[in-house]
């Protein structure tokens, strides 16, 4: 299934961006922080849901990429917990079963022990909030993250209920992952997929979304392993280097991902 994700329409607002984005085909949608942020309260969760209702879009997911979740301080940690907290039950109450998440494992390499002590943490904390409305969480390999290799942040969420592994091709690709066996070593942990392209930077900082087929990444080798996997869950568009042409952008990145899924 494919989605794409609002940010590549932060100049829109979230209505307009949701009537372009089913003018061009997509049935789905992530929805990008910037759009959902003004939503993730209870009395406003009502809106967004007509929202998607009158677009006719069903929600993929709701990338949160505003609340680190391995901070070493103890109150700035319990703060960040009771945000999530609060986006779980706005997410359960429109319908979005997945929370897709950028920048939780926020960290440095020198403190690992600390941040990953931290990280389990506020995940005990969250479970009887993710287990009683029935929402997953999925976590990728960042830049700026306190773990460097996809590997290791499969192995972090491995065995945690309601936590999935988010991956995402222009940042596997970042490091150095061979994506096959990044997949292959996920497998039924895989809960979403995020499809960009990239050349390799000199800094990970400076790395780029772009329309699959103008940077480097091999997506014959990840569809092909997704497909091996037996991965049924979304395929999620994130061009967001193209905000200077949006409806360009999602159009030929949607053209793309049917090619190589076979549509």
């Not at 929600?59 to 505003?66: D, E, G, H, M």
């Not at 773990?147 to 590997?151: D, Y």
């Given at each position: 299934m494919i989605a794409i994700e609002t940010s590549l329409f932060d100049s829109y607002s979230l209505e307009n961006a949701f009537k372009e984005i089913r003018r061009i085909g997509y049935k789905y949608v992530e929805i990008c922080s910037q759009h959902f942020i003004p939503y993730n309260e209870p009395k406003r969760a009502k809106q967004l849901a007509r929202l998607l209702k009158d677009s006719n879009l069903e929600?993929?997911?709701?990338?949160?990429?505003?609340i680190p979740l391995a901070l070493i301080d103890e109150e700035e940690r319990k703060e960040r917990v009771q945000e999530m907290e609060k986006s779980i039950h706005v997410a359960a109450s429109v319908g979005c079963r997945l929370i897709t998440c950028a920048g939780a494992?926020?960290?440095n390499l020198e403190s690992r022990e600390e941040h990953t002590i931290a990280?389990?943490?506020?995940?005990?904390e969250l479970t009887t909030t993710l287990e009683e409305n029935d929402v997953c969480i999925s976590f990728e390999c960042h830049p700026g993250d306190f773990?460097?290799?996809?590997?290791e942040a499969i192995d972090l969420l491995r065995g945690i209920h309601h936590v999935g592994y988010l991956f995402c091709s222009p940042h596997t690709f970042l490091f150095d992952?061979?994506?096959?066996?990044?997949?292959?070593?996920?497998?039924?942990?895989?809960?979403?997929?995020?499809?960009?392209?990239?050349?390799?930077?000199?800094?990970?900082?400076?790395?780029?979304?772009?329309?699959?087929?103008?940077?480097?990444?091999d997506f014959e080798k990840i569809f092909r392993t997704l497909k091996k996997i037996g991965y049924v869950g979304f395929v999620s568009a994130v061009p967001f280097?193209?905000?200077?042409?949006?409806?360009?952008?999602?159009?030929?990145?949607?053209?793309?991902?049917?090619?190589?899924?076979?549509?």
């Open positions: 929600l993929a997911s709701i990338l949160v990429t505003w494992l926020t960290g990280f389990k943490k506020s995940i005990t773990v460097q290799k996809s590997e992952s061979d994506p096959q066996i990044t997949l292959e070593y996920a497998k039924e942990l895989l809960t979403h997929a995020h499809i960009a392209d990239t050349h390799k930077p000199k800094n990970k900082d400076d790395h780029q979304h772009l329309i699959p087929g103008l940077g480097e990444i280097t193209h905000r200077d042409k949006p409806v360009a952008a999602a159009t030929e990145t949607k053209k793309r991902i049917e090619q190589f899924l076979g549509l």
